[in-house]
């Protein structure tokens, strides 16, 4: 019995010790499983937050592409100014990028609007292209643009998705990356203009926006140095912007405008170009019919009675038309001058190019020219609120104001020039004309110096600089005597 008792005692003895080993025994942390802790967590926390800020930024985008749409004026859709704006893919009456697009596709494409848009979110580099050349640099935003439109393209074409696509989807794209590769040189141009002439083809051939491509692909044709192929693709942009079946393989100034405002923007734009080609290809008698003809067209579109009192898209548009004409009046004036034409005609010419941009850009900056205490507006003055306020005024209103300031430096500095050729007698006048072509190219920084403004091209700004200087030395010299 003793013996049984004790068995007994040693079981219970030993199921005790057992229980012991299973208790759960309480946990203090050190200090190093605490940091280690709280830097898991706030890890977590920073990764979840930045997943939600992307998501959210880029519904953010999509609902302010699909507003811009929505919010669209009478005046802006009369004037025709919502077919120059930037489309990023979709229904171009809804906004935003297409609900067929896959959900990878969509966010490239947001992604190349960001770093197009906003870069400064990414900075901003210059990179070689071509490390053998050591000279060709390019824009690193452009090239991640470009990087996402490409892997939108190669998305959008797959062809179990290319069927569901919006008409206008892949159209768009190619589109807005032919422009990206326009812009990052020399290189990049026979593959643009094959995205162009995709978009070409993809429309069909018709409509403004075929004939606004048309332009784009002549361009790039005459940059490339295929003249003939250039006037051929002008003149199928003048042909579709004027309802005429009659092909033709050199443009023609039509007898009369286009109705529409739209295709009298892409006439003027063609006519430009072709101007600009036979001058410098020194085909100056057809130079100088081709761009008097242009001129008496654009003349004869009516303008506002009263910019002040035309609507911001009517002012833009007419606006638009006299730079046009600024620009042809200095390429006559040039080709004149190249025809030994007498000095007085060809300055004559450059006055009107000079006071036409001038003005162009003293209506856009919202200055007014007869009450102005500045010779020029700065080069940071501010676009007019009425074409700020805007989303599809804005871009096409600032590239106005850049183009502007560009041609009044350009006529300017002409003016000089040929008023210096005139004689010592007029040297005071020509340095007035360069001091005004500076003005216009270039800006003052802190430091109360000239510099050149981020549109001026440093070559063009060595030009004015050095014509300038010189003329400037010379007067001082010649009043000290």
Not at 89 to 110: C, E, F, H, I, M
Not at 267 to 294: I, N, P
Not at 303 to 329: F, G, I, K, N, T
Request: a positive charge.
């Amino acid at each position: 019995m003793l013996k049984r008792a004790a068995s007994k005692s040693q079981f219970a003895s030993s199921l005790r010790r057992h229980a012991s080993t299973f208790q759960r025994q309480s946990f203090s942390p050190n200090r190093a499983q605490v940091v280690l802790g709280i830097s898991a967590a706030s890890l977590a926390a920073i990764g979840v937050a930045g997943l939600m800020v992307d998501r959210g930024t880029h519904m953010w985008l999509e609902y302010t592409l699909a507003l811009d749409k929505k919010e669209i004026d009478s005046d802006t859709r009369e004037w025709g100014w919502e077919l120059e704006a930037e489309r990023w893919t979709g229904d171009p009456n809804q906004g935003g990028t297409d609900s067929y697009l896959p959900s990878a596709g969509r966010k490239a494409v947001r992604n190349a609007w960001f770093s197009h848009h906003r870069p400064e979110k990414y900075g901003r580099m210059e990179v070689e292209e071509d490390p053998g050349q050591g000279t060709n640099m390019v824009d690193a935003v452009l090239l991640r643009t470009e990087l996402c439109l490409r892997g939108a393209l190669t998305i959008a074409e797959k062809p179990d998705i290319v069927g569901r696509l919006h008409p206008c989807t892949l159209p768009d794209i190619l589109t807005r990356r032919a422009s990206i590769l326009e812009r990052l040189g020399p290189a990049h141009l026979p593959e643009s203009r094959a995205q162009y002439d995709r978009v070409f083809r993809l429309l069909g051939g018709k409509g403004l926006q075929a004939a606004r491509i048309a332009v784009k692909i002549g361009d790039l044709n005459q940059r490339l140095g295929e003249g003939a192929d250039a006037l051929a693709w002008w003149a199928r942009a003048v042909q579709l912007v004027g309802d005429d079946e009659t092909i033709t393989s050199v443009p023609a100034v039509p007898p009369v405008p286009p109705s529409s405002p739209a295709a009298q923007r892409i006439l003027a734009s063609a006519l430009v170009s072709t101007s600009a080609f036979y001058g410098m290809t020194r085909q100056l008698r057809q130079a100088q019919t081709f761009e008097e003809d242009a001129l008496d067209l654009l003349r004869s579109i009516r303008p506002p009675e009263s910019l002040a009192s035309a609507s911001p898209p009517q002012a833009l548009h007419a606006l638009s038309l006299l730079h046009r004409s600024a620009v042809l009046s200095l390429h006559l004036s040039e080709v004149l001058y190249a025809q030994r034409a007498p000095v007085a005609e060809c300055v004559m010419r450059l006055q009107d190019a000079a006071t036409s941009s001038e003005r162009v850009a003293y209506a856009l900056a919202g200055t007014s020219v007869p009450d102005s205490e500045k010779l020029v507006p700065s080069a940071v003055d501010p676009l007019g609120k009425e074409y700020l306020s805007n989303p599809y005024l804005e871009k096409p209103a600032s590239d106005l104001l850049r183009d502007a300031r560009r041609s009044a430096a350009d006529a300017w500095n002409l003016m000089g020039e040929l008023t210096e050729k005139m004689g010592p007698s007029h040297r005071q006048l020509a340095l007035g004309y360069y001091t005004r072509a500076l003005a216009w190219a270039g800006r003052m920084n802190k430091a109360g110096k000239m510099e050149p403004a981020e549109s001026t091209l440093r070559d063009d700004w060595r030009l004015l600089w050095k014509n300038y200087a010189r003329m400037k030395r010379v007067v001082d010299l010649s009043e000290s005597k």
